[in-house]
């Protein structure tokens, strides 16, 4: 019976570990350098706890099988091991730091940006994205590379207006507005991310990065995609009834597609 236990458990655990290992249900392909980085991070913490997760199951099996055979000796009560005890315990702490020391530049470099100026630079692409219940709003800067003032007094979502945008103001009258992101391939592209309503959450798997729209905070994220293509963008926060439909499109196209994209966007406005 004990024998028959732990060919179940080793059984379990084998399948539980062949997805990982042949990687069938894997990540979509990252399209940045930072997303390999985090790739190369997530398989190094996966190698580390996946070979622990191994050998205590290994080890789980193996005492299931081999003491839970009938005996006549007594039971005995045990008062721990501290050398045992110091010895898993300074494993498990050298493990933990060791993974953060690996991995904290990644952690960096995705949450910590500086707060430049919030106008896009010629270098650097700013696409201001504020979540509501269940759709995603994109707003570029427009040829004046200016965002206009935003008043809730003017939100009209029957409108066009779903973030209030002040036409009328400085720098307001050509920001653009659309429902899916447009970037240039190898451009830096900051996300600056605001939520009308709930928690919302901007995901996108390629990018490997995401982050919670707050109501009344402003976040931010930055990324360089290097390959062209259509990903898609989804809420991964639960936001409401509507929730499960709240996606849009991340396309990276080349520097050429992108002016000729934004250019037809600004001929809607006039
Ligand atoms: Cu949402």
Not at 16 to 42: H, K, N, Y
Not at 189 to 211: A, G, T, Y
Not at 240 to 265: C, D, N, T
Request: glycine fraction near 8%; aromatic fraction near 12%; include cysteine.
């Amino acid at each position: 019976m004990g024998l028959l236990l732990a060919i179940v458990v080793w059984a379990i655990t084998f399948a539980m570990a062949v997805p990982f290992v042949t990687q069938t249900w894997w990540m979509p392909e990252s399209i940045t350098a930072l997303g390999d980085e985090i790739d190369r991070a997530f398989n190094w913490t996966l190698i580390g706890t996946g070979v622990i997760f191994l050998l205590a199951q290994a080890a789980l099996g193996y005492t299931v099988w081999q003491f839970s055979r009938p005996t006549d000796k007594p039971a005995s009560d045990s008062h721990g091991n501290n050398k045992l005890e110091i010895l898993w315990t300074t494993a498990a702490a050298v493990i933990f730091v060791g993974l953060t020391f690996v991995t904290y530049s990644v952690w960096a470099e995705t949450r910590f940006i500086e707060q430049k100026s919030m106008q896009p630079s010629a270098d650097r692409l700013i696409v201001e994205v504020t979540g509501q219940q269940f759709v995603w709003n994109m707003r570029y800067a427009g040829e004046d590379n200016q965002f206009g003032p935003t008043d809730i007094a003017l939100i009209d979502d029957a409108a066009g207006n779903p973030v209030g945008l002040d036409r009328s103001a400085p720098g307001g009258a050509d920001d653009i507005m659309v429902p899916e992101m447009q970037v240039p391939v190898n451009k830096e592209v900051e996300v600056v991310l605001k939520s009308k309503d709930v928690l919302h959450n901007f995901f996108v798997p390629e990018l490997r990065i995401k982050l919670d729209t707050v109501p009344g905070l402003v976040g931010k994220l930055r990324f360089t995609a290097t390959k062209e293509g259509k990903y898609e963008i989804v809420c991964s926060e639960l936001c409401g009834l509507g929730h499960y439909k709240m996606r849009s499109f991340l396309h990276v196209v080349s520097q050429e597609e992108y002016e000729a994209w934004i250019a037809e966007q600004a001929s809607y406005l006039f």
